[in-house]
């Protein structure tokens, strides 16, 4: 898989380049639109994986491949009270659908990694 920061998509009126930030960017709002996500994970991955691994940012990895590829792992902690499939479910769809709308890229795969689940209101919680 490609590791360059700039992807160049290159058409009959002429060229378009996407910098890795454009659909990091793109993945984490698509992420957070979702009901039931609490935050992305930063620490979704080991310490040594995180800080050598240049494709990861703050609880997103992507990965560019061959024909306009995408491959995207997001490592997200789930609100308490959600069904933590089927936000994992709707989490992919509105990813890919926000990338493919947005870019000329075609998503190949999107991993949800749920890493915790969050107690919104502790004080809440009846003793």
Known sequence: MAKNKQMLLNGDDGSVSYKRNVVLSIVKLA???I??????????????????NKNYHHGVMIDF??????YVDVYVNV????????????????????IESMTNFKVVAINVNV??????NIEEVPV
Do not use: C, H, P, W
Request: charged share 25%; proline share 0%; no cysteine.
């Open 79 to 98: 609100l308490f009270g959600y069904s933590v499939k089927d936000v994992a479910f709707r989490v992919q769809e509105n990813i890919k659908s926000s």
């Open 65 to 70: 491949g061959e024909d306009n590829d995408v």
């Open 31 to 33: 992420t957070q639109e």
């Open 35 to 52: 009901n039931g996500i609490a935050s992305l994970d930063a620490s979704g991955l080991k310490f040594s994986k995180r800080v050598f």
């Open 115 to 120: 890493t915790g689940v969050i107690f919104s």
